[in-house]
């Protein structure tokens, strides 16, 4: 199964989803998942009878139509077929696309959920759009109000929802929310990996209606960074030398992930450095021109820090996001074998005051 909802943040919506699809039978594939490792010969070890794989649960048609799905691939490539080939239809609204999905024979889509978006005026003020779900109902949580979950995950997004402050400012964009639940989901991956026996986590996207563009886009370009700190110690806090990044190139989601080891004289070995392409469903790899995908750095839009903090007899986890486009405090680049890293005193510090003002809150 999966993870994918819909929400509303000050009127704008927002798509998120996870990227792994499970299989019940066993492909022989490795597959690398951020923050787990070989996650097949995990959950062989733990003995799960499946095997995952990475699949784009959010698709995007000609920027109009937005639709995440939970059940078997197949079914849903039957669908998201369908939507594809009327999504470029002058005035489309969700009622067409209601149409053309009960024209399909039932059968074949009997263990499908669909949750989707089809934008029907962008040049208001306040962008107006419309929600469909199929076999999936809607449901009404505290702040947020009517939102839409499927997937074997939606009942611990649901409550992950009801955990944080997310609309604690007043003016709060989709962007500022989405960013801060990718953080907290991968926390939740990170935290526990119980996730996965739930068949979703582990790498996660969003969408939202881009105000620039006038279109509906999935949201690039966010690093995630992890660090360790002992409790009551903040000046033990340290960076943990591992990277992780989701950006898009056209509409192939790339998972950016790299590893490093300290040597002598302050030189950073790259123990991994791995680039994962992930199609949209609908899409074959070979479809592409891999030649011009070039270098995938890791620069950003936002940045996750994902801090472990160490007690006596347990570990906690605090998740801080900085949103700040034009800043750059955390510059890892890679060169061949070796990674080389600049961080200013921003991220520590702001980090630092975070978990102060939580101690003396009493949260921690």
Not at 244 to 260: G, M, P, Q
Not at 261 to 272: A, C, D, R, S
Not at 342 to 358: A, G, H, V
Request: hydrophobic content about 40%.
């Amino acid at each position: 199964m999966t993870l994918v909802a819909q929400l509303t943040v000050n009127k704008e919506p927002i798509l998120i989803g996870d990227v792994l699809l499970s299989s019940e039978t066993r492909t022989g594939l490795k597959v690398n998942l951020p923050l787990i490792g070989d996650i097949n010969k995990i959950l062989a070890d733990r003995g799960f009878l499946f095997e995952v794989k990475f699949a784009q649960k959010i698709h995007v048609f000609n920027g109009r139509v937005a639709v995440g799905w939970s059940g078997p691939s197949i079914q849903a490539k039957r669908a998201l077929g369908v939507i594809a080939d009327i999504s470029a239809k002058e005035g489309l609204t969700e009622a067409d696309i209601r149409t053309e999905l009960s024209a399909i024979d039932p059968e074949k889509i009997d263990n499908l959920q669909l949750i989707g978006l089809v934008l029907e005026d962008a040049s208001a003020p306040t962008v107006r759009y419309s929600c469909f779900a199929m076999n999936t109902p809607f449901v009404n949580i505290p702040d947020f109000g009517r939102i839409c979950g499927a997937g074997s995950g939606a009942p611990a997004f649901f409550d992950l929802l009801q955990q944080g402050n997310w609309l604690a400012q007043a003016e709060a964009t989709s962007y500022m929310v989405a960013h801060g639940l990718l953080g907290a989901l991968t926390n939740q991956e990170y935290r526990t990996g119980n996730t996965i026996a739930n068949r979703w986590g582990g790498g996660f996207e969003a969408l939202t209606f881009s105000t620039g563009s006038g279109r509906f886009e999935k949201i690039t370009d966010v690093l995630h960074t992890f660090w360790k700190v002992r409790d009551g110690d903040h000046d033990s806090l340290g960076l943990l030398p591992f990277f992780y990044k989701t950006t898009y190139w056209h509409d192939v989601l790339v998972l950016r992930t790299a590893s490093v080891e300290q040597v002598e004289g302050g030189i950073l070995n790259l123990k991994t450095n791995d680039v994962t392409l992930v199609t949209p469903l609908i899409k074959n790899i070979d479809e592409y021109d891999l030649t011009e995908l070039g270098e995938v750095d890791f620069s950003y839009r936002a940045v996750c820090c994902h801090v472990l903090i160490e007690k006596g007899s347990n570990r906690d986890l605090e998740l801080i996001v900085d949103q700040r486009q034009s800043a750059q405090d955390v510059l890892f680049r890679v060169n061949q074998s070796e990674g080389q890293l600049q961080l200013t005193d921003y991220l520590p510090s702001m980090i630092k005051e975070r978990l102060n003002l939580r101690a003396t809150s009493g949260s921690l």
